[in-house]
């Protein structure tokens, strides 16, 4: 059978189906067939199915019990091309590509529709403008030829394949769910922050600790309005800019502890209380909704729900169901290991293909046995921390490792220039606006609340340095997002012969929910998915990318 088959959405609820040859063409007739899960269940030799977008298809068929084996993504590819063509920002629909490749009017995407608490229903929702399959084909070809004019079209197709892959794990990470004790929850909040007030005021805790920071002040204060609290330190004779942590943690005043104490819990209860509990659990399962690329470097987001947000005290609620077990994946040293494979720094690579800890092998190297110097000198290096001890940091590391540094630098002076900087397999960081002070939203960014280090404030503007240190941190924390791709690629190929199913994945750390006697092939199958993933992003290095894992119960206690 064909290894590459075309599906589209038709408006009678069927599907028009056709096999693909070399060109991204049909091989075949089109036809026209009522049941789409059908249409892909009888098709079970067919390696890569071809569709618009992976987030409007894929829930349908996953509902009926259907998975899919390969699919590429037209308008995830849209986006990666888009970038590497310096055009990010630019309508990523299969409708304005059609636009575009015919010289017509481009349409304006629609606008990402906000998730429902507590239901899939959303899922099934149509997303986007459908074309008929001989517009779609004509789009998927034209495509396959902007592969071939990219920088390096091996990697760019291997992005745009691992993006699909992606594309499908969120969907069945959505369909799975996070295994959720919701009275476990109800527990924590209640040990946490007392009774609940009728009305839905603050909690008993809360209240008690706004008075003890009313009396600490000696005149009501409300310490959830940062205002308020600094105006009345500044009658205390205390000057601050904010209530940030780190600038009154150190104070000297009897408002310090409960008002910190007080920030920690209210946090809590607006981020993860009950009401957040009632929303999105729903039948034992937490289902934010995973959207794989959901930043401009690759990392995921979740729209809703605060996903990738849990804090420790709440992972309690994580419990596995009666007889399976959560396996709790953390890649160890995850970013220097990438710089090494990517800077190919000769003497960098020797030590990330050590069995040992890899910042006490650079500071053995460079920094006289001091393992916090060096992951500092390693972490500023990448992230950018060039003035104070970060510089004489950096040029003790730049010393030993000097392609490694190097490799950082060229992307941040390419940053501050405005040009292109790239991922190893191809994913473009958009060049600044010139002369211009636009928002991330302005620019065609994504943000999310979920991930807010992924913009450095005045990206977008003509402040050259802070496009630099973003410039300089993308080569590494993109190229990493991309080699997590194919990690969960190569997991979820193992996780189908089993009964395990990926969870949760956030960008270091992967859970998969098992069953008890599958723990060991689920343990075994992380550090093979690992390596795999690192020979087919980076290829032949002496890179190792080991992961530390914990089978537990409960997800709090993986850490």
């Not at 037209?74 to 590497?84: P, Q």
Request: aromatic share 8%; net charge neutral; glycine share 8%.
């Amino acid at each position: 059978m064909a290894d590459r088959w075309a599906l589209a959405p038709a408006e009678d609820g069927g599907v028009d189906v056709a096999p693909l040859g070399p060109d991204g063409l049909p091989a075949g007739p089109v036809r026209r067939e009522a049941d789409p899960a059908e249409a892909v269940r009888s098709r079970p030799g067919v390696t890569r199915w071809v569709w618009r977008s992976t987030a409007e298809v894929y829930p349908r068929l996953l509902a009926t019990g259907v998975r899919a084996e390969r699919c590429y993504d037209i308008e995830a590819a849209e986006t990666l091309l888009l970038g590497h063509e310096g055009r990010y920002g630019q309508p990523r629909s299969a409708a304005a590509a059609l636009a575009r490749l015919r010289g017509g009017p481009v349409p304006p995407d629609p606008p990402q529709r906000s998730a429902e608490p507590g239901s899939q229903s959303s899922l099934f929702e149509p997303r986007g403008v459908q074309l008929p399959l001989p517009d779609l084909l004509a789009v998927y070809a034209e495509q396959q030829r902007r592969h071939e004019r990219a920088e390096h079209p091996g990697r760019m197709r291997l992005l745009t394949a691992a993006e699909s892959a992606g594309m499908l794990v969120a969907a069945e990470m959505n369909r799975a769910g996070l295994p959720w004790r919701a009275d476990v929850h109800r527990a924590v909040l209640h040990d946490l922050l007392g009774e609940r007030y009728a009305g839905g005021g603050e909690p008993r805790r809360l209240a008690e600790l706004a008075d003890e920071v009313s009396t600490a002040f000696g005149r009501r204060v409300r310490p959830d309005l940062p205002a308020d609290v600094v105006k009345a330190f500044a009658q205390a004779g205390i000057k601050v800019s904010s209530t940030r942590r780190w600038e009154i943690e150190s104070l000297d005043h009897p408002a310090v502890k409960p008002l910190l104490e007080y920030k920690k819990l209210y946090r809590v209860w607006v981020a993860h209380g009950w009401s957040w509990l009632q929303d999105w659990v729903r039948e034992g399962r937490f289902r934010p909704e995973f959207l794989a690329g959901g930043t401009v470097t690759g990392r995921w987001v979740t729209n809703g729900g605060g996903g990738l947000q849990i804090p420790k005290v709440i992972r309690r609620a994580v419990v596995a169901d009666p007889g399976w077990r959560l396996v709790v994946a953390d890649a160890d040293q995850m970013e220097p290991r990438v710089l090494a494979a990517i800077s190919r720094d000769p003497g960098l690579m020797e030590v990330a293909g050590r069995e040992t800890d890899l910042y006490q092998a650079v500071s053995d190297r460079a920094f006289s046995g001091d393992r916090a110097q060096a992951k500092l000198a390693v972490l500023g290096a990448v992230y950018g921390q060039t003035s104070g001890d970060g510089l004489k940091n950096l040029a003790a590391l730049r010393r030993r490792f000097p392609r490694a540094v190097a490799y950082v630098d060229e992307a941040a002076r390419a940053g501050e220039e405005g040009r292109l900087v790239r991922t190893w397999l191809g994913r473009t960081c958009p060049p600044a606006a010139r002369g211009t002070d636009e928002t991330p939203e302005e620019a065609g960014i994504p943000l999310s609340d979920d991930d807010t280090t992924q913009w450095v404030p005045g990206y977008a503007s003509t402040n050259a340095r802070a496009r630099g240190r973003f410039a300089r941190n993308f080569v590494v924390q993109g190229s990493a997002a991309d080699w997590a791709l194919l990690l969960l690629a190569a997991l979820r190929r193992t996780c189908a012969d089993l009964a395990a199913e990926l969870v949760f994945f956030q960008h270091d750390e992967v859970i998969v929910h098992c069953p008890e006697e599958e723990t060991a092939a689920v343990v075994t199958a992380i550090h093979e998915a690992a390596a795999l993933a690192g020979r087919l992003t980076f290829g032949e290095t002496p890179v190792r990318f080991p992961f530390t894992t914990a089978v537990v119960e409960c997800y709090a206690d993986a850490k």
